[in-house]
Structure formats: C-alpha cells, structure tokens
C-alpha cells in the first residue's frame, strides 16, 4: 500500500515528474497518430489487395495460360471449403477510344462477372451493375454491343478531393482493343496475317477497386470474347488464373495447403493428355502470396517508421532517468527512513518501478486520449485546411486516397502504451537500483539532514 | 575565462551532461539522414526528367511537319544549345513465347538526342553505334528499356545482365495504331484505327536507373516510325521538340524565346491559326514534375514535423539534467556571485553550456549521419543479405540506387534548430542559478 501512496506522491508534490509525464504523453500522442494512419493505409491496401484478388490463385505468369481449368473448377467447387470459384484471362492489349488518336497499354482481365462477384469484390467495385452484376458488360446505350469494364481512372477524371464525377448512365464510348493471340507455345498466333487481333468493346460500367495501378490500367472483358480475342479458345482452351474464395469458417493457409495439394494429383492425371507441359509453370498462392511485391514495400515503410520512432523515444527513455535520478537525489531521506523500518532492497526498486509504472501508464493514457480526439477530427481538420490553406495531407489527384484512416486499432495502442510503460520502467531502473543501494546510516546522518 | 573553465569543468565532471549530448545527436542524426534522403530522392527526380527528356519540351496540340527548320531556327538563339525531335506511339511488345509487354514506342534521331538528353551513356553496350542498318531487310533496329527484357531480381534487385546482354540481335514484335479519317456515308469524316506491326531488332539496351523509363520505352528511328505510322507523309514529321538551353541561359528568358520562335514558325511554315498556336505547351522538365515534387516537398516536410516535435523531448532533458545540475551546485553558484561575478555571467555560464552541449551533440551527430547517409546502399545490401528483405526497389521506389548525398543547406538548418533547443533547455535553470542569493546558500546553519 506504501508503494502506491508513496508513488502517487512523488507524482503529484515532485513537479519536476510532470516534465517526465509530459514528454511521455506527447511521444505516444503523436506515436498513436502516425502508426494510426499509417497502418490503416496498410491494412487498407491489402484489404483492397484482398478484395481484388479473393483468397486464393491458381494459374502462371505466362500469358499463354494453362489448359484443363474447367475440369479443376468442378473438382474446386465440389470442396466443401471453397465458396466460389472464378476463371479469369489475363492479357496486355492496346487500347483506342474510337474517337481520338490515343493509345494506351492496358492490361486485360477476361471474366465471368458473375462468378468473378462471387469470388472477389467486383460487383461492389462498379457504379451502374452492382445490383445487377450479370449485366456488368451490357452497355445501356446499345445492350447488343460487347460491352467492357475499365479501370475508372481510364474513363474518368478526379477531383482535389478525390472524388469521380459519375454521370447518369454510362457514356457512349467505344474501345478499340488489340491483343497479339498466342499459340499455346507461346508464338504469335497470326503470323502473317496482320498479327493482331482487335475488336472494339463498349463502355458499359467502370471499376474502382481503390488500386491505382489497377484503375487506371485495366479492362475487365467478357470471359469467352477475351478467350477469343486472347486465342486462348483454340486447339485447347486455355485460362490465366483460377480464382478462389473460401468459405469464411476456414483458415486461408491451411485451405491452400488443400488447393495445393488437390491441384498437384489433378496435374499428375493431366501427364499424357497434350498441352500437358502448360501446367508445369502453374502455381497455388494465398493473394498475400500473389500481392506480395506490392504489400511487402508499405509494410516496410511501416517498419521502417517503427525503428525510427524507437531511435527518437530513446530521448525520452532518457528524460524519465534524469528525471528519476533527481527525484532519488532527493529523496535519499524517505529511502533512508524506509530502509531503516525494515523495507529491503528490492521493494525500494519496486517501489520506484511501481512510480514508472504508474507514470507510463497515466501518460500514455493521456496521449493515448488526446490521439484519439484529434484522429476523430483529422479528417475534418484536413477538409477545413484545404478549405482555408489549400492544404491537404495528400494530394487526392496524385494519390488514390480517400479518407485519411484514423480507425484506432485496440492492438496497436496496446503495443504503443505497453511500449511507453516499458520505456518508463527502463528509464527508472538504474537510479532505482541506486536508491536501493542508499544506506540508512548515510542517508540519515544527523549532518546530513 | 572563468565561464569556459566552469562549463568545461562541468562537461567533464557531470557526466550526466554526455546524456543530452547523445539525445541531441541522436535527433540531429536521424532528421538529417531522413531530410537528405528525402533531398536526394527529389533531386534525383527533377535530374532524371532533364536527363531523360532535356530542359524545355514544346508539346503542340497536333502533329507538325518541319521540324529540321524550327530546330534549326531555335538552335540560332542564344538560349537554346539543342533540340530534338520526339514522335511517339503506344504499343505492345511481343518478346519472346508468351512474353507480351505494353510500351511507349518513341522515334528518335539518335544524334541530337544525345546531345540535348543523356541517352547515350545509358546504354548498356558502348562499342555499337546508334541505330545502325539492321543486318534484316525487314527489320528496324531498335533500344529498348531494359526492364522491357527483363525484371530485376526479388532479392538483390538487379539484372541479369549477361541475360539482357544475350537479347541483345534478337528479334520481337511491336505493335502500335494510327488514326484514318474515313469518308462515311453522311457526308462527314469518321476516324478508323489502322494496327501496324513492325519487326524489331534489339541493337542495344537501355539502362537509365530509373525504372519507369526503363520499364516503358522502346525507341526506333524516327523516319521509319514515321513511315510505319503516317506513309503517306513525305516531309519529317513531330509530335514534340525537347530541348536543351544554353549553358548560362535564364529560364523565363528562353522560354519567352523558345515561344516567340514557335509562334512565328507555326504561323509562317504550318499556317497554324493562333488559338492552335496557344495551345501549345512549352514548359521546362522540373515544371513538368512540379504537382509531384511539391508533394513529396509537403510529405518531407510533415516527417521532419514529425520528428522535430518527438525530438523537442531534447529540450525538456536539458532542463531537467542542467536543473539537476544547478540545484547540487548552489554552493559553487554562491562562491562565485560572493566574488562579485554578475546575474548576467552566471546565466551565460548556464546558457553556454547548453549551447555547448548543442554543438557537441550535432557535430556528433552530423558525423553519424554522414557515415550513414554516404554508406546508405552498403547498409541496405546488409540489411538484406542478413534479414533476406530487400528494402529498397527500383520498381517501387524508382531509382536503383539511394540517394547517399547530405543536404548541408537542410543539415545546417537543424544544427541551428538543435543549439537553439538546446540553449533553450538550459535558460531556465540558467536563470535560477543566476538568481541564487548567495547569503542564502552560504550562511552558516
């Protein structure tokens, strides 16, 4: 009970503890902050990686594809842990909007929009089908012409706030897509024939996955006119990738242990059937695995920000030892009397641990709060600065950002203010384990008080 | 003197003192290694555009014919050292089996790119000319990117060269589209996108460093990405002229020279009307980048906030360490005011100091982030050889190698942020010694 007391006591009469429990406020106030909204920028991004992709991928890097895929559908949709399942060309082509002279690189996803709904976030993804997605490729203007998907940043522009301007309905515009079809080795399938295929799509919906590299640089095509177009249809019809989603009770690396598993007995049945050499660069991946390239350099970031807030709270690690080994200067009078009623050693340490203690967590909680009030408000802040100043803290034009994240995540603030408690009980350790060395006959000398 | 030997005196004997040295070393390091990163990667971004596409570009609104003369006529200015034209085309690049990539397709005159871009010593191969006659009828030599031919490695992000070297002679196939006017039935012009398909001959590799120009282009000669696209044109055709200034040329001047000369030639050689004539873009490199640059100036900016407001924890460790230190030298304090030194010398004891500790504490830590910043890439290739994560890639963060140069404007200006917090940490306990009565301190009892 005396250790509580006496902690709280040194607390409030020592003002010079105040410095300490401010410093550590306004390290975790600002902590919590930075690590909020960097990682929910992370989490959001792979949530949208997620969200692209569904679970799990099965299918290879060369855009030739592989064959017997709908054979391996059933065999997946027969799996009592698999919801759905979604085959998707995938190809680069070169696109022209019919009225102007430009040119764009863009890469192409053939697919079912059904089961591609089924299997990832498309359908919410669209603007004008998300409650009828099976119509996703009609366009409204003229439903008996092949419609397409485009990435929005393809078909629309965004404002200082970013946002898309949506019209009504879907503009009439069409899309002169060319793609060079390959052989299933690979080789140009139209040698000498003009060596490309082009067909022209029809702007029917746009899809905003929040990815920038995928808004502003893909097609979305009716799975079978892709194949087509692809030569992907012919001698043996052949798709890029399988999607998968699991059903939600299932753990995603032990389902892809399952897919890997049942794709490697499906493959060992396919040896002498033709086209079989085509299944050799097919691999299974978690979307974690298939995005990795892409998450791995902001979780990096985030690490990296990590290490550099350690380096800066080393700072205040030090201010709690200075401040502690002022106040255990002063105070050799109350340790001397303690020591002399029969408090040993160690529960001096504890009782000056336990005042760590009790500022690390009174401060951090402090911080912890005042972070939280100002992340409820960043975003407004951030509106009424660009209102008044014309600043934002990205510029929406540049970045595919929408809100700035300030969802405070019970974990990371856990690790922020057991961090601050940890920082505290180092910083007191050494001048705690000084007070402790104190001996009463010293320290109560009648020259000495 | 006195001062001196009391603030040295106490550097020496209160060790406590190396403790703000180190804080403040610590926070001078970290924010002049994170500004001079931040420096580099901006610098290097505005130099990669003049590097890549000259100083000034002139974008017209529409193709022009006739470029030899207006190049010809802007080379007669003072301020302009060079120019080259640029037509340019999207595509795809079939490589090699099931190997198809997307690319910018630019026609270039080899010879005054050199001189207006540094195009020819990023090339990977320095004994073949530019563009010589393809050893194939049919074929076009052409330097393509090297991220084109290949990715860098997941682990070390870097090429097989002897990989891309080996490409080099290969054969691929481009694909690009033009737009015909077509006669349709009502009377009026409907445009039709006509593919054309060229066989190229991979003649050398481009290898700039930054891995968006090495990812995207594919550069032909001009005159025959001009006969590929428009065959029906005869005189040399454009679609943008870069350009290189002289070497003292002002900006805003050769700006206002390179327009006037525009505006004459498209009126008198291309009889442009003017609202044509003013839509045309003439604009510097950097200008072109500025909506990012100011961006990433914006994101520099908030990190060194970031870090300046946790690093002011500097300037409350001061106080508390010099507090500290005043109040067990009350006795000292009071000996050297009974022998008649002043408040004002007794402050400045204290204050110096504090500006001392400052001082130590960046030229510390000036020299930490020097070894740090300049060895930036050997502790990078060490931090992934020993964890096996690659931190830094061309693919994401553009170039391939860190910027490892120390921006001494910026180092400068936290050095003098760091004194300032650090005499400011001192003040207050400053002026508490220098209000120590001494009467008080030294009475007997």
Request: proline residues 4%.
């Amino acid at each position: 009970m005396y250790k509580f007391i006496l902690s709280l006591r040194y607390m409030y009469k020592r003002r010079i503890s105040y410095l300490a429990f401010l410093a550590v406020a306004l390290c975790v106030f600002i902590v919590v902050i930075v690590m909020t909204v960097l990682r929910g920028l992370v989490t959001d991004f792979k949530q949208k990686n997620h969200n692209f992709i569904g679970d799990c991928v099965i299918g290879t890097e060369s855009l030739v594809g592989f064959p017997y895929y709908e054979e391996f559908i059933n065999i997946l949709e027969n799996q009592n842990f698999v919801e759905a399942v979604s085959p998707v060309i995938k190809n680069y082509g070169l696109l022209s909007p019919r009225y102007s002279d430009l040119n764009q690189g863009v890469e192409l996803l053939g697919i079912d929009p059904v089961k591609h709904s089924r299997t990832t976030a498309f359908k919410e993804s669209l603007f004008y089908h998300r409650d009828n997605v099976s119509n996703a490729f009609v366009p409204p203007y003229e439903p008996n012409l092949p419609g397409c998907v485009p990435g929005i940043d393809l078909v629309l522009e965004r404002d200082e706030r970013g946002n898309y301007r949506q019209f009504e309905r879907p503009f009439e515009l069409g899309l002169s897509i060319s793609v060079f079809p390959l052989t299933p080795k690979g080789a140009l399938a139209k040698a000498g024939l003009g060596l490309v295929n082009t067909k022209t799509f029809y702007y029917s919906d746009n899809s905003h996955s929040g990815l920038a590299r995928v808004d502003n640089s893909t097609v979305y095509l009716p799975f079978n006119q892709a194949q087509l177009l692809c030569g992907m249809q012919s001698p043996i019809e052949r798709a890029s990738w399988i999607h998968v989603k699991f059903t939600p009770d299932t753990k995603l690396e032990d389902s892809c242990v399952k897919v890997r598993s049942l794709w490697l007995e499906y493959k060992q049945t396919l040896s002498n059937k033709p086209g079989a050499e085509l299944l050799a660069g097919v691999d299974v991946r978690s979307w974690r695995e298939h995005r990795r390239s892409y998450i791995a350099a902001m979780e990096k970031e985030q690490v990296m920000m990590t290490l550099m807030f350690i380096l800066v709270g080393l700072t205040t690690v030090f201010i709690v030892f200075v401040v502690f080994y002022m106040i255990i200067s002063h105070k050799s009078k109350d340790i001397g009397v303690l020591r002399s009623i029969g408090v040993s050693k160690t529960n001096v340490i504890h009782l000056f641990s336990f005042f760590a203690f009790v500022m690390g967590l009174s401060a951090s909680l402090v911080g912890a709060f005042f972070g939280w009030l100002f992340l409820s408000k960043i975003n407004e802040i951030e509106s009424w600065l660009f209102e008044h100043f014309d600043f934002q803290l990205w510029d929406r034009t540049i970045y595919a950002i929408e809100d700035i994240p300030n969802n405070v995540e019970i974990r990371t603030l856990t690790v922020i203010i057991m961090s601050a408690i940890i920082a505290c009980l180092v910083g007191a350790l050494l001048p705690s384990w000084k007070g402790s060395k104190l001996n009463p006959i010293d320290a109560l000398q009648v020259s000495r008080l | 003197m006195l001062k001196l030997f009391l603030t040295l005196r106490y550097l020496r004997k209160r060790k406590i003192v190396l403790l703000s040295v180190v804080a403040v070393a610590l926070s001078v390091a970290l924010l002049i290694v994170v500004s001079s990163l931040f420096a580099g990667f901006i610098e290097v971004f505005e130099r990669s555009a003049v590097e890549a596409i000259g100083d000034v570009v002139v974008f017209p609104p529409a193709r022009f014919t006739n470029y030899p003369h207006f190049i010809h006529r802007l080379e007669q200015t003072n301020a302009v050292d060079s120019a080259t034209p640029v037509l340019s085309a999207r595509g795809l690049v079939h490589l090699d089996n099931g190997n198809v990539r997307p690319v910018d397709i630019w026609g270039i005159d080899p010879v005054s790119r050199s001189r207006v871009a540094r195009f020819k010593e990023s090339l990977i191969s320095q004994e073949s000319s530019l563009f010589e006659s393809s050893t194939y009828e049919t074929a076009v030599n052409a330097l393509v990117g090297i991220a084109v031919l290949s990715e860098p490695d997941e682990k070390t992000d870097e090429y097989d060269m002897d990989a891309v070297r080996k490409m080099i002679g290969s054969t691929i196939i481009l694909t690009t589209g033009t737009v015909s006017r077509q006669q349709s039935t009502d009377d009026q012009t409907s445009p039709k996108i006509t593919r054309k398909t060229l066989q190229l001959v991979i003649q050398n590799v481009v290898f700039t460093g930054v891995y968006d120009l090495d990812k995207r282009f594919v550069y032909v000669p001009i005159e025959q990405l001009q006969k590929l696209l428009y065959p029906e044109q005869e005189s040399p055709v454009t679609d943008q002229l870069q350009i290189k200034l002289s070497e003292n040329a002002d900006e805003a001047t050769a700006l206002a020279q390179i327009r006037g000369v525009w505006e004459d030639f498209a009126q008198t050689r291309l009889g442009w009307d003017q609202s044509l004539i003013h839509q045309t873009t003439i604009i510097t490199a950097k200008e072109l980048q500025k909506n990012f640059v100011v961006e990433l100036y914006k994101q520099m900016g908030l990190l060194m906030l970031i870090f300046g407001v946790v690093s002011l924890g500097v300037v409350v460790l001061i106080f508390c360490i010099f507090y500290m230190i005043v109040d067990t030298r009350q006795k000292d304090i009071a000996i050297i005011k009974s022998c008649g030194t002043s408040n004002v010398s007794v402050l400045s004891v204290f204050v110096g100091l504090g500006c001392f500790v400052g001082v130590l504490g960046s030229v510390v830590g000036v020299v930490f982030a020097y070894i740090i910043t300049r060895n930036i890439n050997t502790i990078e290739k060490w931090i992934s050889s020993l964890l096996g994560l690659k931190l830094w890639k061309s693919s994401v963060y553009m170039f391939s190698k860190i910027p490892n140069q120390i921006d001494w404007s910026l180092a400068l200006q936290i050095i003098l942020f760091a004194v300032l917090a650090a005499a400011l940490g001192a003040l207050l306990p400053a002026i508490v010694a220098a209000k120590t009565k001494p009467v008080n301190i030294l009475r007997y009892e």
